[in-house]
């Protein structure tokens, strides 16, 4: 959000109150979740269920989405006033997925701006936040001051944004991407700052950073008082640690606990996320509310869960049948980014507080009911049935995938998880994983015709090492030694250090006489295989065994 200088005016700083917002608005709720999580240790993490974060994204970040779309899009002057980002932007970023889908190169420059772009995102949001609170309680913001605090802001995202291009930095050893044993994929590209640049940069930028925050927060608190600077101080806290602190610390390889650390970021960047959105639908709630048209918060909610959820859905539903990208594959992370980018174009247009509309609604509470009867005609009922018929399909998705497979393949009912799948599969959210996971349940079962079957759907969906090897075993107990050869050798071009491929090619080849081959794979997985795999070091040195029976050939 974009600011100018006002004069303050002495009023209360809360939109909905002081708990709602210092819980919503201000990351109080995060605060104490990330307090449990610290206090509990990684125990929070393993006992969570797995529906918590599928349920929470869906009720929480795809309405954040649909927020800015009703924003931009529901009424017609808006939609011309932000024609420059609502139509020419869009087309862009549309155009830039289209060409990720058939180039991975280009997807994931596209994945590579939206994560880079995303820390800003938060940090904007964070920043004019930050001055609406101290406007409305109307804390005076000369311009030092004003440039303190933004500048407080501003290094915490440089600093971020240097450590995640770094050359060692978290995002490039699959945090964030997709899986090392897969071909072609949506790959995050960090620019790779050199070892040398970072150690400067890292610890001058977070000097620069806690200098800033001081001095802003010395010159508020000569002028303000604790009620009304107490919303700025705990969103400072807060965006201390979604952004400032772990980078530092990542950056020293000093993480105290596994919540500020990287091996799990994916996870705990998950609640940042979650709270991001939390207080994007508390301050779009807000506006939302001052409009003529405001008929309660359930209609309001249900509007930008609409809205959110078909951003997700639709795009697989029209690019599936093309089969150019499976779901796993690449195709939800790319669908992610553009979405992201978009809502941040469309985002950084229509929330600055210099904007009479939205100054007159969030810094002074009026009504935002300027709009004429033209103005008024939004989103016809054709995009509102699309919409409704993408949140049950998402609904469909989210219970098949969390609910009905695991339960199925719990009771060992293959068959069933095969029907789930293929139902899936019509609308495009067919799974390669599952499929591996399913080829290697009918294995166990002495299925090997269908085991084999369900691997070459999990590879037409992706390539994947896994993939590979379960086709190969399934030829292997087809006796099918030749093509099983191939499978495997296919498997190790994509993951060279797999040991389960090491090992089973070497049991094909002595199978099959060709001791000399075999011999110098389980050379290679005698040394890849660690201590802590002693069900594989016996495999080795009992095949070992047989073969040094046998002369080489």
């Not at 210099?354 to 300027?370: F, P, T, Y």
């Amino acid at each position: 959000m974009s600011v100018s200088v006002v004069a303050p005016e002495r009023r209360s700083p809360w939109l909905f109150g002081p708990l709602p917002d210092l819980l919503f608005g201000c990351g109080v709720l995060y605060l104490l979740i990330f307090s449990v999580i610290a206090f509990v240790g990684p125990g929070f993490r393993v006992s969570q269920p797995v529906a918590v974060f599928p349920l929470l994204i869906l009720l929480l970040s795809a309405p954040h989405y649909g927020a800015t779309i009703l924003r931009v899009y529901e009424h017609r002057r808006d939609r011309r006033s932000y024609a420059l980002f609502s139509v020419w932007a869009t087309l862009f970023v549309v155009a830039w997925f289209v060409l990720g889908l058939a180039d991975a190169r280009a997807g994931s420059w596209l994945l590579t701006l939206f994560l880079t772009w995303s820390p800003w995102h938060y940090t904007g949001q964070n920043y004019g936040i930050s001055v609406m609170f101290l406007r409305r309680g109307g804390v005076p913001l000369d311009p030092t001051t004003k440039r303190a605090l933004y500048a407080s802001f501003l290094l915490s995202f440089l600093l971020t944004a240097v450590v995640l291009h770094g050359e060692a930095g978290p995002l490039g050893y699959g945090v964030i991407d997709a899986p090392t044993d897969a071909g072609p994929a949506i790959r995050f590209l960090p620019l790779g700052i050199p070892a040398w640049a970072t150690s400067v940069a890292t610890p001058a930028i977070a000097i620069a950073w806690i200098a800033a925050t001081v001095l802003a927060g010395f010159r508020l608190a000569a002028v303000g008082s604790a009620r009304s600077l107490a919303p700025v101080a705990w969103l400072v806290a807060t965006h201390s640690l979604w952004f400032g602190i772990p980078y530092v610390l990542f950056h020293y390889d000093r993480a105290p606990i596994e919540s500020l650390g990287f091996d799990l970021r994916t996870y705990y960047f998950t609640w940042i996320a979650l709270a991001h959105a939390l207080q994007y639908l508390w301050i779009t709630t807000y506006y939302a509310r001052a409009s003529a048209e405001w008929k309660g918060f359930g209609r309001h909610y249900g509007k930008v869960l609409l809205a959110g959820k078909a951003l997700f859905v639709a795009p697989v539903i029209l690019v599936a049948p093309f089969g150019v990208l499976s779901h796993d594959a690449g195709l939800a992370l790319l669908i992610s980014s553009a979405v992201n980018v978009h809502h941040f174009i469309l985002d950084g247009a229509i929330w600055k507080l210099r904007n009479m509309r939205v100054a007159k609604v969030l810094i002074r509470s009026g009504d935002d009911d300027d709009e004429d009867a033209d103005a008024r005609k939004g989103l016809g009922g054709l995009y509102w049935g699309v919409a409704t018929a993408c949140l049950a399909t998402g609904l469909f998705v989210l219970w098949t995938d969390l609910i009905g497979i695991p339960r199925k393949m719990r009771a060992g009912d293959y068959a069933g998880v095969a029907r789930s799948l293929d139902r899936l599969g019509w609308i495009g959210f067919d799974h390669e994983s599952r499929r591996a996971q399913l080829a290697a349940g009918f294995l166990e079962d002495g299925k090997v015709g269908v085991a084999a079957a369900q691997a070459r759907r999990s590879l037409a969906l992706s390539e994947s090492a896994e993939g590979w090897r379960l086709l190969g075993d399934a030829q292997l107990r087809a006796r099918a030694h030749d093509a099983a050869l191939e499978s495997y050798r296919r498997g190790l071009a994509l993951d060279p250090d797999s040991l389960p491929l090491l090992i089973r090619l070497a049991q094909t080849h002595a199978a099959t006489g060709r001791t000399g081959p075999a011999r110098d794979l389980l050379q290679r997985a005698s040394t890849l295989a660690g201590a802590d795999d002693p069900h594989a070091r016996k495999t080795i040195a009992a095949l070992a065994a047989k073969l040094a029976e046998k002369p080489p050939r």
